[in-house]
Protein backbone atom coordinates (compact mmCIF):
# COMPACT_ATOMS: atom_id res chain seq x y z
CA UNK A 1 0.00 0.00 0.00
CA UNK A 2 1.02 3.56 -0.81
CA UNK A 3 0.11 5.95 1.80
CA UNK A 4 0.28 9.68 -0.04
CA UNK A 5 1.18 12.51 2.62
CA UNK A 6 2.77 14.89 0.31
CA UNK A 7 2.12 18.20 0.98
CA UNK A 8 0.81 20.50 -2.19
CA UNK A 9 -0.43 24.38 -1.66
CA UNK A 10 -4.28 25.20 -2.47
CA UNK A 11 -4.81 27.06 -5.71
CA UNK A 12 -3.91 30.42 -4.38
CA UNK A 13 -5.02 33.77 -5.02
CA UNK A 14 -3.56 34.33 -8.74
CA UNK A 15 -2.48 37.96 -10.21
CA UNK A 16 -0.61 39.15 -12.67
CA UNK A 17 3.66 39.36 -11.55
CA UNK A 18 5.22 42.76 -12.65
CA UNK A 19 7.61 42.14 -15.94
CA UNK A 20 9.48 38.35 -14.50
CA UNK A 21 12.14 37.32 -17.20
CA UNK A 22 12.90 33.55 -16.16
CA UNK A 23 15.60 30.91 -17.93
CA UNK A 24 14.98 27.85 -16.78
CA UNK A 25 18.10 25.25 -17.32
CA UNK A 26 16.81 22.10 -17.37
CA UNK A 27 17.48 19.27 -19.93
CA UNK A 28 14.69 16.42 -18.75
CA UNK A 29 11.57 17.37 -21.10
CA UNK A 30 9.00 16.12 -18.44
CA UNK A 31 10.29 18.31 -15.86
CA UNK A 32 10.69 21.75 -18.34
CA UNK A 33 7.05 20.76 -19.25
CA UNK A 34 5.82 20.77 -15.69
CA UNK A 35 7.81 24.01 -15.07
CA UNK A 36 6.12 25.82 -18.34
CA UNK A 37 2.89 24.79 -17.56
CA UNK A 38 3.35 26.05 -13.63
CA UNK A 39 4.45 29.48 -14.43
CA UNK A 40 1.94 29.86 -17.52
CA UNK A 41 -0.92 29.36 -15.15
CA UNK A 42 0.42 32.60 -14.03
CA UNK A 43 0.64 34.42 -16.93
CA UNK A 44 4.46 33.64 -17.05
CA UNK A 45 6.65 32.79 -20.14
CA UNK A 46 9.95 31.05 -19.51
CA UNK A 47 12.86 30.53 -21.44
CA UNK A 48 13.75 27.06 -21.66
CA UNK A 49 17.92 25.83 -22.52
CA UNK A 50 18.46 22.21 -22.40
CA UNK A 51 22.11 22.11 -20.77
CA UNK A 52 24.06 24.92 -18.98
CA UNK A 53 26.43 26.10 -22.11
CA UNK A 54 22.92 26.99 -23.77
CA UNK A 55 21.90 28.70 -20.53
CA UNK A 56 25.59 30.59 -20.74
CA UNK A 57 25.15 31.79 -24.19
CA UNK A 58 21.54 33.07 -23.61
CA UNK A 59 22.45 35.06 -20.37
CA UNK A 60 25.37 36.27 -22.56
CA UNK A 61 23.02 38.11 -25.18
CA UNK A 62 19.58 38.15 -23.09
CA UNK A 63 18.22 39.44 -19.54
CA UNK A 64 16.75 37.58 -17.07
CA UNK A 65 15.40 38.49 -13.87
CA UNK A 66 16.84 34.61 -12.42
CA UNK A 67 17.90 31.43 -13.84
CA UNK A 68 16.34 27.99 -12.55
CA UNK A 69 19.14 25.99 -12.61
CA UNK A 70 19.35 22.05 -12.70
CA UNK A 71 22.42 20.52 -11.53
CA UNK A 72 22.51 17.74 -13.75
CA UNK A 73 22.84 18.21 -17.29
CA UNK A 74 24.62 16.88 -20.52
CA UNK A 75 27.06 19.30 -22.17
CA UNK A 76 27.31 21.03 -19.30
CA UNK A 77 26.53 20.74 -16.07
CA UNK A 78 24.92 23.86 -13.64
CA UNK A 79 27.78 23.91 -11.66
CA UNK A 80 30.03 24.04 -14.36
CA UNK A 81 27.86 26.63 -15.84
CA UNK A 82 27.16 28.86 -12.54
CA UNK A 83 31.00 28.76 -12.28
CA UNK A 84 31.48 30.95 -15.93
CA UNK A 85 28.14 32.70 -15.05
CA UNK A 86 30.20 34.07 -12.18
CA UNK A 87 34.03 33.91 -12.65
CA UNK A 88 34.33 34.68 -16.40
CA UNK A 89 30.84 36.72 -17.10
CA UNK A 90 31.42 38.30 -13.84
CA UNK A 91 27.42 38.44 -13.63
CA UNK A 92 25.17 38.58 -10.66
CA UNK A 93 21.99 37.37 -12.00
CA UNK A 94 20.18 35.48 -9.31
CA UNK A 95 20.44 31.85 -9.74
CA UNK A 96 18.53 29.19 -7.81
CA UNK A 97 19.31 25.43 -7.41
CA UNK A 98 16.72 23.13 -8.16
CA UNK A 99 18.09 19.28 -7.74
CA UNK A 100 17.02 15.73 -7.18
CA UNK A 101 20.43 15.48 -5.08
CA UNK A 102 20.04 14.75 -1.47
CA UNK A 103 23.75 14.06 -0.72
CA UNK A 104 24.85 15.79 2.25
CA UNK A 105 26.17 19.19 1.49
CA UNK A 106 24.65 19.39 -1.93
CA UNK A 107 22.73 22.89 -0.40
CA UNK A 108 25.89 24.21 0.78
CA UNK A 109 28.42 23.65 -1.72
CA UNK A 110 25.59 24.98 -4.97
CA UNK A 111 25.82 28.53 -2.30
CA UNK A 112 29.33 28.35 -2.34
CA UNK A 113 29.18 28.22 -5.89
CA UNK A 114 27.82 31.65 -6.29
CA UNK A 115 24.06 30.27 -6.39
CA UNK A 116 21.41 32.44 -4.29
CA UNK A 117 18.81 29.70 -3.58
CA UNK A 118 18.26 26.11 -3.61
CA UNK A 119 14.91 24.22 -4.01
CA UNK A 120 14.53 20.30 -4.14
CA UNK A 121 12.98 18.04 -6.74
CA UNK A 122 10.06 17.40 -7.09
CA UNK A 123 8.91 20.91 -6.83
CA UNK A 124 7.13 22.49 -3.82
CA UNK A 125 5.74 25.61 -5.66
CA UNK A 126 5.49 27.55 -2.40
CA UNK A 127 8.99 27.41 -1.75
CA UNK A 128 10.07 28.25 -5.47
CA UNK A 129 8.13 31.23 -5.79
CA UNK A 130 8.88 32.49 -2.08
CA UNK A 131 12.42 31.95 -3.45
CA UNK A 132 11.98 33.95 -6.97
CA UNK A 133 10.05 36.84 -4.54
CA UNK A 134 13.31 37.05 -2.11
CA UNK A 135 15.73 37.48 -4.98
CA UNK A 136 13.83 39.36 -7.28
CA UNK A 137 11.65 41.87 -5.49
CA UNK A 138 9.02 40.78 -7.84
CA UNK A 139 5.64 38.63 -6.35
CA UNK A 140 5.02 35.46 -8.07
CA UNK A 141 1.31 35.10 -6.65
CA UNK A 142 -0.74 36.26 -3.19
CA UNK A 143 0.03 34.99 -0.25
CA UNK A 144 -1.44 31.72 -0.56
CA UNK A 145 -3.27 29.16 2.20
CA UNK A 146 -1.21 26.46 2.88
CA UNK A 147 -3.30 23.05 2.81
CA UNK A 148 -2.09 19.51 3.13
CA UNK A 149 -3.72 16.79 1.29
CA UNK A 150 -4.84 14.46 3.22
CA UNK A 151 -3.59 10.58 3.15
CA UNK A 152 -4.93 9.17 0.48
CA UNK A 153 -4.84 5.07 0.75
CA UNK A 154 -4.51 3.64 -2.49
CA UNK A 155 -5.25 0.58 -3.40
CA UNK A 156 -2.22 -2.25 -2.68
CA UNK A 157 -1.64 -2.93 -6.26
CA UNK A 158 -1.75 0.76 -7.32
CA UNK A 159 2.24 2.36 -7.51
CA UNK A 160 1.09 5.91 -8.76
CA UNK A 161 0.00 8.64 -6.91
CA UNK A 162 -1.02 12.36 -8.58
CA UNK A 163 -1.49 14.06 -5.27
CA UNK A 164 1.33 16.07 -6.36
CA UNK A 165 0.82 16.69 -10.02
CA UNK A 166 -2.56 17.49 -9.55
CA UNK A 167 -1.78 19.98 -6.61
CA UNK A 168 1.06 21.94 -9.00
CA UNK A 169 -1.26 22.24 -11.69
CA UNK A 170 -4.28 23.18 -10.06
CA UNK A 171 -6.22 20.02 -10.46
CA UNK A 172 -6.27 21.05 -14.08
CA UNK A 173 -7.13 17.45 -16.01
CA UNK A 174 -6.00 18.20 -19.52
CA UNK A 175 -2.55 19.15 -18.47
CA UNK A 176 -1.93 16.47 -16.09
CA UNK A 177 -3.00 13.93 -18.82
CA UNK A 178 -0.13 15.96 -21.24
CA UNK A 179 2.43 15.63 -18.93
CA UNK A 180 1.73 11.89 -18.03
CA UNK A 181 1.94 11.39 -21.75
CA UNK A 182 5.10 13.31 -21.75
CA UNK A 183 6.50 11.36 -18.59
CA UNK A 184 5.91 7.65 -20.40
CA UNK A 185 7.30 8.49 -23.91
CA UNK A 186 10.28 10.02 -22.74
CA UNK A 187 10.78 7.87 -19.79
CA UNK A 188 10.69 4.62 -22.07
CA UNK A 189 13.78 6.26 -23.91
CA UNK A 190 15.62 6.80 -20.86
CA UNK A 191 14.97 3.19 -19.77
CA UNK A 192 16.27 1.75 -22.87
CA UNK A 193 19.31 3.74 -22.70
CA UNK A 194 19.73 2.62 -19.12
CA UNK A 195 19.11 -1.42 -20.54
CA UNK A 196 21.54 -0.31 -23.09
CA UNK A 197 23.90 1.16 -20.79
CA UNK A 198 23.57 -2.48 -18.22
CA UNK A 199 24.21 -4.66 -21.03
CA UNK A 200 27.76 -2.72 -22.06
CA UNK A 201 28.73 -2.09 -18.22
CA UNK A 202 28.50 1.47 -18.46
CA UNK A 203 28.59 2.60 -15.18
CA UNK A 204 29.18 6.15 -15.51
CA UNK A 205 26.11 6.39 -17.61
CA UNK A 206 24.00 4.40 -15.02
CA UNK A 207 24.53 6.34 -12.47
CA UNK A 208 23.53 9.46 -15.15
CA UNK A 209 20.62 7.86 -16.09
CA UNK A 210 19.04 6.55 -12.84
CA UNK A 211 20.09 9.81 -10.87
CA UNK A 212 17.83 11.87 -13.98
CA UNK A 213 14.96 9.67 -14.00
CA UNK A 214 14.29 9.73 -10.70
CA UNK A 215 12.37 12.82 -10.06
CA UNK A 216 10.54 12.28 -13.48
CA UNK A 217 8.57 9.19 -11.16
CA UNK A 218 8.17 10.93 -8.11
CA UNK A 219 5.99 13.90 -9.97
CA UNK A 220 3.82 10.64 -10.87
CA UNK A 221 4.08 9.67 -6.90
CA UNK A 222 5.83 6.67 -7.71
CA UNK A 223 7.11 6.73 -4.06
CA UNK A 224 8.12 2.59 -4.13
CA UNK A 225 11.51 2.83 -6.77
CA UNK A 226 12.81 5.99 -4.24
CA UNK A 227 14.98 3.66 -2.76
CA UNK A 228 15.53 1.69 -5.77
CA UNK A 229 17.16 4.82 -7.61
CA UNK A 230 18.74 5.38 -5.11
CA UNK A 231 20.57 2.06 -4.41
CA UNK A 232 21.24 2.14 -8.43
CA UNK A 233 23.49 5.47 -7.57
CA UNK A 234 25.22 3.76 -4.83
CA UNK A 235 26.19 0.68 -6.89
CA UNK A 236 26.95 2.42 -10.24
CA UNK A 237 29.95 3.68 -8.65
CA UNK A 238 31.43 0.05 -8.16
CA UNK A 239 32.97 -2.22 -11.25
CA UNK A 240 31.75 -5.61 -9.21
CA UNK A 241 27.74 -5.00 -8.67
CA UNK A 242 26.36 -5.11 -12.42
CA UNK A 243 24.44 -8.06 -11.41
CA UNK A 244 22.59 -6.11 -8.73
CA UNK A 245 21.71 -2.99 -10.92
CA UNK A 246 20.38 -5.36 -13.26
CA UNK A 247 18.15 -6.54 -10.64
CA UNK A 248 17.27 -3.50 -9.92
CA UNK A 249 16.64 -1.81 -13.16
CA UNK A 250 14.36 -5.12 -13.74
CA UNK A 251 12.04 -3.81 -10.60
CA UNK A 252 11.79 -0.37 -12.46
CA UNK A 253 10.82 -1.61 -15.73
CA UNK A 254 8.37 -3.39 -14.58
CA UNK A 255 6.87 -0.73 -12.12
CA UNK A 256 6.89 1.60 -15.07
CA UNK A 257 4.30 -1.07 -17.11
CA UNK A 258 2.50 -1.52 -13.50
CA UNK A 259 1.94 2.78 -13.74
CA UNK A 260 1.56 3.10 -17.76
CA UNK A 261 -1.76 0.27 -17.01
CA UNK A 262 -2.87 2.35 -14.36
CA UNK A 263 -2.93 5.13 -16.13
CA UNK A 264 -4.75 3.89 -19.19
CA UNK A 265 -7.28 2.63 -16.89
CA UNK A 266 -7.69 5.75 -15.17
CA UNK A 267 -8.53 7.70 -19.10
Known sequence: MIASALKSESEPALKKPGPLNILLAEDNLLNGKLMTVLFAQLGISIQVAVNGLEAVEKIETDNYDVVLMDMEMP???GYEATAIIRNKLKNTIPIIALTANARPGEKKKCL???MNGYVSKPINTADLFNTIYKLTGKVVFTKPAIINIQTVSVASDKVCNLDYLMGATHGNKETVNNI??????????????????IRENNYPVIGDI?????SAFSILGISVLEPVFKEM??????TSSIGNIELLSQRVNLVFN???DEMMLEN
Open 112 to 114: QLG
Open 75 to 77: VMN
Open 210 to 214: SHKIK
Open 180 to 197: VTVFFNETKKELNYLNNA
Open 258 to 260: QAK
Open 233 to 238: EQLSSS
